[in-house]
């Protein structure tokens, strides 16, 4: 959805078939995250992106993941290394297939296994929300410039 969207609750109960607390719930959740606000007696929206967000974001992703990184690199296990390489191969090869589906489930993979490997509690709390922050500006971005390649590169 694009920023400043407007997400109503009735037609995701419709479309999912589910109840009303767990809509909320997620819309709760969504809002928790910053990917949503709430405007009181106007509803759910989707967050706007600004130059600012975009900057912060990438920050602190410079951040996390070179911490995650150095973490993981003394504490991982075999199979935590073996794990990263095998998901970074398969990283390059669906950029060179041009699946970016197959490429955003394997990047998740691949920042979830360094954040498990890196063994950090609190790492493993907040690199999926970062993620998926940085998710929605890359495809924002992609979307902008019509092509996936350079931000996957």
């Known amino acids: 959805l694009p920023p400043g ?31 949503l606000h709430h405007m009181p007696n106007r509803g759910m929206f989707v967050s706007e992106i ?5 900057q912060q ?3 602190f992703r410079e ?7 150095r973490l993981a690199a003394t504490r991982a296990t075999p199979e935590d290394a073996e794990d990263l390489m095998q998901l970074h191969e398969a990283l390059v090869q669906a950029t060179e297939e041009d699946d970016v589906d197959r490429y955003v489930a394997l990047d998740r993979a691949f920042y979830l296994v360094l954040a498990r490997a890196a063994t950090n509690t609190y790492l493993a709390e907040v690199i999926p929300r970062i993620f998926n922050l940085h998710l929605r500006l890359w495809f ?6 019509g092509s ?4 996957a590169e």
């Open 50 to 54: 600004s130059a600012t967000s975009v």
């Open 5 to 35: 969207a407007v997400v109503a609750e009735k037609p995701l109960i419709e479309e999912l078939g589910i109840g009303r607390t767990p809509i909320r719930e997620a819309l709760q959740r969504l809002a928790v995250e910053g990917l």
């Open 148 to 151: 996936w390649h350079p931000i």
């Open 63 to 69: 951040l996390i993941d070179g911490y995650a990184a």
């Open 57 to 59: 974001i990438y920050e």
């Open 140 to 145: 924002f971005i992609a979307q902008k410039i």
